[in-house]
């Protein structure tokens, strides 16, 4: 298992969630990692990315303020710290890695591995 996400479960509107994603020392620093989501019904869609080499950051409208993508470099592990959590988060969450661009990394396509995606209801 190149990665491996946990931290899912059941919250309720308003509450705090972390997901994190331990990669494989396989996937090295050349790995930008990322977020998505899918909802039922829905396709899966960008949450956040971060560039590994400089730490930078970037997020999706629906999230961005609410959620904190950030790194652990000696555990060569992602966090998505979830905050104010509403009703309409409630998907399966990937994390990915791949060696991705500005341009790309917003892409499902630009990330080479994905890990089995972990679980996030929000009740109201």
């Known amino acids: 298992v190149q990665l491996q996400a946990s931290g899912g479960g059941l919250v309720q509107a308003g509450d705090s969630l972390r997901l994190s994603c331990a990669a494989s020392?396989?996937?090295?620093?050349?790995?930008?990692r990322a977020w998505f989501r899918q909802a039922p019904g829905k396709e899966r869609e960008f949450i956040a990315a971060?560039?590994?080499?400089?730490?930078?950051?970037y997020y999706a409208d629906s999230v961005k303020g609410r959620f904190t993508i950030v790194r652990d470099r000696a555990e060569n592990t992602v966090h998505l710290q979830m905050g104010s959590l509403k009703p309409e988060d409630t998907a399966v969450y990937y994390c990915?890695?791949?060696?991705?661009?500005?341009?790309?990394?917003?892409?499902?396509?630009?990330?080479?591995?994905w890990g089995q995606g972990t679980q996030v209801t929000v009740s109201s």
């Open positions: 971060l560039r590994w080499s400089s730490g930078a950051t």
């Open positions: 020392e396989r996937i090295n620093s050349d790995y930008n």
């Open positions: 990915a890695a791949g060696r991705t661009i500005l341009s790309t990394m917003r892409r499902e396509a630009s990330y080479n591995f």
